[in-house]
């Protein structure tokens, strides 16, 4: 089983960036798609953004176009979500997941 671990998540205030990352152990992480959801409170799990093997990207959600890249480093095996223009709204437990695997989850709260 794959173990992953998320990190650089925290505190931001608006208008702020910040860049997730998703460590994970296996040797298959090249191999396989991933990508990150979120969860906000009260709300249900949302895809937020993927990226195939191959390294194409597609983003979900109007809200997340243009401000969330994802990006993927084979050879360290970590998934990445950096962010823009951090928003109240973004606040949720974001989680990341390569092929069937899903981590724990790490939150991001915006606010002033």
Known sequence: QVKL?????????PGG????????????????DMGWYRQA???????????TMDGITDYFGDLVKGRFTISRDNA???LYL???NLKPEDTAVY???VG?????????TVSS
């Open 76 to 78: 360290k095996n970590t």
């Open 41 to 51: 409170p009260g709300k249900v799990r949302e895809l937020v953004a993927t990226i």
């Open 100 to 108: 069937l695997d899903r981590g724990q989850g790490i939150q991001v």
């Open 82 to 84: 950096q962010i823009h």
């Open 17 to 32: 960036s910040l860049r997730l990352s998703c460590v994970a152990s296996g040797s298959l992480f090249s191999a396989v």
């Open 95 to 97: 989680s990341c997941y």
């Open 5 to 13: 671990v998320e990190s650089g998540g925290g505190l931001v205030q």
